[in-house]
């Protein structure tokens, strides 16, 4: 069933586990994400980004996910706008019937990004539709980073409480470490976790992890095998995940994982076959393997059996 995604993360908040958050452009990945639900009995948040909406129609991408809601009316499920970047983009979202939006003025001076927050805050909560905001800046940390310099990038405990408590938002995304795309760490992995215990206990709302995929090795492999070139690459490993829902994070973002494991599907059949034109005989294989690590990380995040 279509819900809020407030409703969603609640129960993850008050549960202690976090729901996967997965970007979709096109009906494929779309139910690749159903099928794992349904198969290990998970919630899920089928997210959208601004670009998605250009390539696809927010109106497209409601009707896909009102249909797949009504094909497994037993799964939780929130279609959430991922980044949103103006007030505007937000109130379009939830006319075309989102059930959940982030408005990202985190690139903003505090105060603005807390004046945009609380606007979508109060046209969101007269129709349900659940909030997340993003405060810090998403960019990887090094281990020899000089205090100074980690302060000026990641989330501020002080301004996190503040900007919770003043704009009413439903869940924040505060910003510990990672990055968006395949190559998050130069070095060994690392994030902030002392810093995202801290923000949980001042906010004690749920908490959302962004650019939170793993690169998993036989994922890479299994792109690289093909010819791919995905040198230097780096994700967030399982256990950081883990350590992550430990410390108050209730939704995880995922998006540069199903992509490469999509393509290193359609690369296969493309290089074992070049007589092939079938659009059917590259996106069966690649659905299935997207949805197989979609079931993974829902065993990995604790959403799997809260159903
Ligand atoms: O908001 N997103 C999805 C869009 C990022 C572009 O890939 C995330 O936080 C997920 O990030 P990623 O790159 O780790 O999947
Ligand atoms: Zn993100």
Redesign the pocket.
């Known amino acids: 069933m279509l819900v809020s995604g407030k409703e969603i993360l609640e129960k993850a908040h008050k549960e202690g586990y976090a729901v996967g958050a997965f970007n979709i452009n096109n009906m494929e990945m779309l139910q690749a994400i159903f099928e794992a639900a349904n198969e290990v009995s998970s919630p899920i948040i089928v997210e959208a980004s601004e670009g998605a909406i250009k390539y696809a129609g927010a109106d497209m991408l409601y009707s896909m996910v009102k249909t797949m809601s009504e094909r497994y009316p037993h799964i939780p499920v929130a279609l959430h706008l ?2 949103g970047t103006s007030v505007e983009s937000c109130v379009k979202a939830i006319r075309a019937g989102f059930t959940s939006v982030m408005i990202d003025a985190s690139h903003d001076p505090f105060e603005e990004n807390l004046a945009k927050t609380k606007k979508v805050v109060e046209i969101a909560h007269a129709v349900g539709v659940g909030v997340e905001a993003e405060l810090g800046r ?1 960019m990887g940390i090094e281990d020899n980073i000089e205090v100074s310099e980690r302060d000026a990038v990641l989330v501020n405990v002080d301004e996190a409480e503040e900007f919770v408590k003043r704009t009413g938002v439903d869940y924040l ?1 505060p910003a510990i470490g990672t990055s ?1 795309g395949a190559f998050k760490f130069k070095g060994e992995p690392k994030l902030d976790f002392e810093r995202l215990q801290a923000v949980k206990r001042v906010t004690d709302i749920p908490l959302v992890l ?2 939170a995929s793993s690169i998993p090795e036989e994922v890479r492999k299994a792109f690289e095998a093909t010819g791919g070139d995905l040198k230097g690459s780096k994700g967030v490993p399982f256990d950081f995940l883990v350590e992550a829902v430990k410390g108050g994070i209730n939704k995880v ?1 995922t ?1 540069t994982d199903l992509r490469i494991a999509f393509m290193a599907e359609v690369r296969r059949v493309a290089n074992e076959d070049p007589t092939q034109f079938d659009l059917r005989k590259f996106f069966k294989p690649a659905m299935q393997s997207v949805k197989e690590l979609i079931k993974k990380r829902m065993e990995v995040l604790g959403s799997a059996g809260k159903i």
């Open positions: 991922d980044h998403l995304a968006h962004h650019g973002n998006d």
